[in-house]
């Protein structure tokens, strides 16, 4: 059985989540422990259990100790499958990062896996759903990687109330990524969205991140206004803002902000900006959110990838911790917090069963 230590690096979440979809495939029991101990409570929260849930479910394994606040599960792993899914979280906690755990696995499945998430889809501390979509979606497509989105209904902090849809495609085996130059900035675009709230919010939010970008010295981003019904489009009321930049090495830098009380409109728009424009900086072709979830699928590769990110964060080491233990990989690392950086790494040709 292979030992993970909650504990380790960020000692967060992301080491359970990501130890759970990696033993999916590598099809090894896995005990973690000393779940979420740099967090105030430790243990399982209702997204993380969700989200390992989800992982059994879809590869046909068993958990044990799989409760609120348990701060040790032991995972038993089946054969991934296909079919159509259904996962309520039950709270506001992030869709995007049960997505994060599931999708490796069911990329591997027998068949096609569609599955439904209820839960918050833009909430602190994880990505929003359209950096999810628009950066991290689009960038799996280079792994050839076939992954279909669909915001049903968005859902904020506290209520939640969100519902996003997503279809994954099978695949035999992932390709190798080198991405080392970021080249010129083709386009920024964004997603300026509300719901519950007077229309002026998104305009403002969009008109103060347009014009902290032209300053700067970048086009006029194209930014889309989204004013989202309560009940039908959207489970609760919130706002918040998505830009990215697409650049001529294929990938996505993304920059975001969510609006809280107290916030102004003009607030949220430049923070969005100055997010992106401090990836942009670095010149890296990968941004520092984006390099941690990647991790995973360059383990999980077909041949050498090699990822130059705008710095190595606490969450790419303790990624890189966790495929290394699960899946025997070995990755080179450059770089660290505030500095460029780089990840090297041959992967281990993991193959549809």
């Not at 994060?100 to 602190?124: E, K, N, W, Y």
Request: aromatic fraction near 6%.
């Amino acid at each position: 059985m292979i030992e993970i230590d909650g504990a380790y690096g960020e000692g967060g979440g992301q080491i359970l989540r990501m130890a759970v979809a990696l033993a999916a495939l590598a099809k090894e029991p896995v005990r973690v422990f000393n779940i979420r101990a740099g967090r105030r409570p430790p243990g399982l929260k209702a997204q993380h259990l969700a989200a390992i849930r989800a992982v059994a479910r879809v590869s046909g394994g068993r958990l044990d100790g799989d409760r609120i606040g348990s701060k040790e599960i032991v995972f038993y792993p089946g054969t991934p499958r296909g079919g159509s899914f259904s996962i309520d979280i039950g709270t506001a906690g992030s869709v995007t990062l049960v997505l994060q755990a599931l999708i490796p696995a069911a990329l591997f499945a027998s068949d096609q896996v569609v599955v439904r998430i209820r839960g918050g889809t833009d909430v602190a501390w994880s990505p929003p759903f359209d950096y999810f979509d628009k950066v991290f979606v689009h960038a799996l497509r280079l792994f050839g990687a076939d992954v279909g989105l669909r915001l049903v209904r968005r859902g904020f902090y506290p209520k939640g109330g969100g519902l996003v849809e997503a279809r994954i495609k099978p695949i035999d085996r992932l390709r190798p990524v080198v991405l080392k130059e970021r080249g010129q900035v083709v386009a920024i675009t964004g997603i300026s969205y509300s719901a519950g709230l007077p229309s002026h919010i998104v305009e403002r939010m969009a008109r103060s991140c347009a014009s902290t970008l032209e300053e700067a010295g970048y086009p006029s981003p194209r930014i889309e206004r989204r004013m989202h019904r309560l009940g039908s489009e959207s489970g609760s009321v919130g706002c918040g803002i998505v830009v990215w930049a697409d650049t001529e090495s294929g990938v996505r830098l993304g920059g975001s902000a969510l609006g809280v009380k107290g916030k102004s409109a003009e607030q949220v728009g430049k923070e969005a900006a100055l997010s992106l424009l401090v990836e942009l900086a670095s010149n890296a072709p990968v941004d520092s959110h984006l390099a941690d979830m990647l991790v995973a699928y360059t383990a999980l590769a077909d041949g050498v990838s090699e990822v130059v990110c705008s710095r190595i964060t606490k969450h790419v080491v303790s990624a890189v911790y966790v495929a290394e233990r699960i899946l025997g990989v070995k990755f080179e690392i450059e770089g660290g917090e505030g500095s460029l950086g780089r990840y090297r790494v041959r992967g281990c040709g993991r193959t549809r069963a």
